[in-house]
């Protein structure tokens, strides 16, 4: 019997300690119903329109209005594109789950909708999360899948917008966001665009925070 129970507490261990892909996904089903779902009040981010909370460790190395490019300590890159037009208009499109991604799960939370989308390349993992009309990807390594999944949900999870705002920045200028061709509801399945805007910024040093990233973390 005592034999028996030592077995089954090593047996535990093992299972807790298992990847992502024994887990069949329920690593990323955690973080995803800990975090993005839950409502969050963090913000140190603002724009026009809307605001989020940035995560320690996170650094800007490009950052517009609506679209941002991130990286982490881990030398991960992060692109983030909010689409205020379709937040503006309400417009919804349904995601079908791919069955051919290493993970692809519908997101819905009351009035908030969206999905997620991972696929493998070789040893690295395309990740695209799209929730309350902001889409980030990423692009990383099986170590770093966890603590990438968790900063993407932090950062979604807090996406405010701000109505009044955007009536007059989206509402009375609509002819200027036409040309958009930046679509959140639509997944890439494959790293190749995604690589091709990082590399943009491959000469900007790894050690160089941006100072707005600095304030950030000063008043937080």
């Keep these: 019997m005592k034999r028996l129970f030592v077995l089954i507490v090593i047996f535990g261990l093992f299972l807790t300690g298992c990847s992502v892909t024994n887990l069949n996904g329920k690593n990323i089903d955690d973080i995803v119903n800990t975090i993005l779902v839950k409502k969050s009040k963090l913000k140190n ?32 890159y992060y692109y983030m594109y909010t ?16 069955a051919d991604a290493y993970y692809s799960k519908t997101i819905k939370n009351k009035d908030k909708f969206g999905y997620i989308e991972i696929n493998k390349e070789d040893t690295y993992y395309f990740i695209e999360l799209m929730y309350n009309y902001t889409k980030i990807e990423a692009y ?36 200027s966001y036409k040309e958009e061709t930046f679509n959140i509801f639509k997944t890439k399945k494959k790293a190749t665009d995604f690589l091709d805007y990082v590399k943009e910024y491959d000469n900007v040093s790894k050690d160089k925070k941006d100072e707005d990233n600095l304030k950030i973390e000063e008043n937080e």
């Design 45 to 76: 981010t603002n724009f026009d329109g809307y605001s989020y909370y940035t995560p320690r460790g996170l650094y800007f190395i490009n950052k517009n209005d609506y679209n941002s490019i991130l990286r982490d300590n881990s030398n991960n």
């Design 140 to 175: 990383v390594k099986e170590k770093n899948l966890d603590d990438a999944l968790t900063n993407i949900c932090t950062i979604l999870s807090s996406v405010k917008y701000n109505d009044k705002v955007l009536a007059t920045t989206v509402g009375e200028n609509e002819l």
């Design 83 to 98: 689409d205020v037009v379709s937040y503006y208009h309400k417009i919804e499109k349904t995601y079908k789950e791919n």
